[in-house]
């Protein structure tokens, strides 16, 4: 399975692309909306792990943006400020999962695998 890991914070993709590519996983990480948006458009990953808040195009927009040219590809939302409006915001736009930051890796693990298995 192919991951686009988008996050502004650099440690974040470094742990991320670390964890994922040992788990057998082929990883991409930026750092930006604008970056993810042209790498989705490369690679076209089937999974997103996109952080909401970040600086220029946020993470709302990349989501719609990838929403309108694919359905299909899985998208979990991740952030540590998101208010209730906000997650609700990403599900109704079509993320598949909020996740909070921290990260719980084991919750990343089983997303990955529900949608692998299409019941996410």
């Known amino acids: 399975m192919k991951i686009l890991v988008v996050d502004d914070e650099t440690a ?3 742990l991320l692309n670390e964890y994922l590519s040992f788990k057998g996983y082929e990883v991409t990480t ?4 604008e970056e993810a948006l042209a790498q989705y458009n490369r690679s076209k990953p089937d999974m997103v792990l996109l952080d909401i808040k970040m600086p220029g195009i946020d993470g709302l927009e990349v989501l719609s943006r990838i929403r309108k040219k694919d ?6 939302m991740m952030s540590a400020f998101a208010d209730e409006a906000t997650v609700q915001k990403a599900l109704r736009t079509g993320a598949d999962k909020y996740l909070e930051k921290p990260l719980d890796l084991g ?9 692998a298995n299409k019941s996410v």
């Open 12 to 14: 974040i993709c470094m």
């Open 71 to 76: 359905p299909d590809t899985g998208i979990i």
């Open 107 to 115: 919750q990343i693990d089983d997303t990955l695998m529900r949608f």
């Open 30 to 33: 930026v750092e930006s909306g």
